[in-house]
DNA sequence: CGCGGCTTTGATGTTCATCAAGTAAAGTGG
DNA sequence: CCACTTTACTTGATGAACATCAAAGCCGCG
């Protein structure tokens, strides 16, 4: 846990256009920075909602837990993007969790701060309506894309996904288990496996433990199409 | 196509706490109630965003339209609520359509004096921003308490909504058709019509074509608890 | 080294979609 | 208001998609 030195912090020039430097300096001066390791918890379900978090630099997962011990991932989380959603302003305690997926840094800013902020400045509370609305927008239409798919239409989502929105590379080592695939497309460990395998042996992708080498975008890209 | 009557308006009384009498007034004095008959649309998608809607009274269901004509149910909408939801505003186009399954009236308030006031009325866009993020909140966790179920635990989940959340009552008429449960739960018509068979063939519910009674809580609850 | 979690494959059974066909209900035009 | 068309509802039969169970190899980590 430490400050940040804000003279070349990304915030500065990306988080929000309508604030004041006298603003931007405050929050900068009292904002704190946190690291975490791959598997860490950033947030537990449950947690009393004290900070407005971004994350700086990583991979996360927002996640539920169940009540038989079984995880739906929300969606994922990369630099620049908020992990403070949802319900954040008007609840008093998390309903998700948050896990490093790689080694990550976030930035934690005071939600007082932020309400305080808000409540002065109109611009920047539209702002923050903006991006809080697009980021909800996006999960809830990403969920339904992934529910029209059949297994295999959601594999070659997932995996189009990552390809174009996190690694913008037909190559790249996958940040995340098998499990993890299953818990975010809502089907069985083993099915997701089945289904990179057949992938595989079509000679669609290649595969190397967790590196996945996308081999042939079109047929990937007219599974996730058509299943 | 109305001027509608304010001086009743639960606009006024429930729609923001942080905004000036003059300021509510002025948006009263010109905002415009449209009515709409069952199965009309309020909304398509595709449609350029103009007006911010919320439902004055009856019920509608927002969706998607997807290629091969079918559609994904998002969310039911019931009085008071807003229906323009995700990036109203930071979008040009709606990315969803709403079309009402009941009678219905909304009231439509330029988007441009929405935009005004939140930008002048930091307090009065923080009160916006957090109804905007409850309601992403309710339909992403609702959507996620969809899909962990079966099918017999969905048709069970669907029928305690609407008797919780919308009757108040463990017999009323359902709005909608067999055909729009199976597009909200995600399962086919024939399917959601076979679990309604079977809660009535085990004395869970009566079925009088539309009208459903809830005769044992308990048990449906059960099922729709663990399936 | 050994433990636990992740990965993989196979066998089996359940759940669900699809197809088909018929009845009921609701809207439409003469 | 009736014939007509369409849409909703229902049931059954069948097969495909997917979950579950089981077992074994792999890998990383203390």
Known sequence: MEKCNCSNCELKAMFFENISKD???SICSRKIEKSFDKGDYILSQGDEIMDFLYLKS?????FIHNENDKEQIIAFAKPFDFLSILSVFSGKYYSYSIKAIEKSVTCN???EEI???AA???AFSFDLLQRMSLISDKIILESLEIRKRNLKGRVAYILLFFKNHIYQAAEF????????IAEYIGMTTENVIRALTEFR???IIKIYGKVI???????LESISKHG
Chains 1, 2 share one sequence.
């Open 120 to 122: 002065e400045n109109g």
């Open 115 to 117: 309400r305080k902020l």
């Open 23 to 25: 603003d931007i300096n």
């Open 173 to 180: 080592e996958l940040p995340i288990s098998r499990k993890e």
């Open 58 to 62: 990583g991979l996360v997962k927002l």
């Open 109 to 111: 800013i005071k939600m």
């Open 213 to 219: 080498e996308i081999t042939d975008i079109k047929r």
């Open 201 to 203: 042996k079509d000679n």
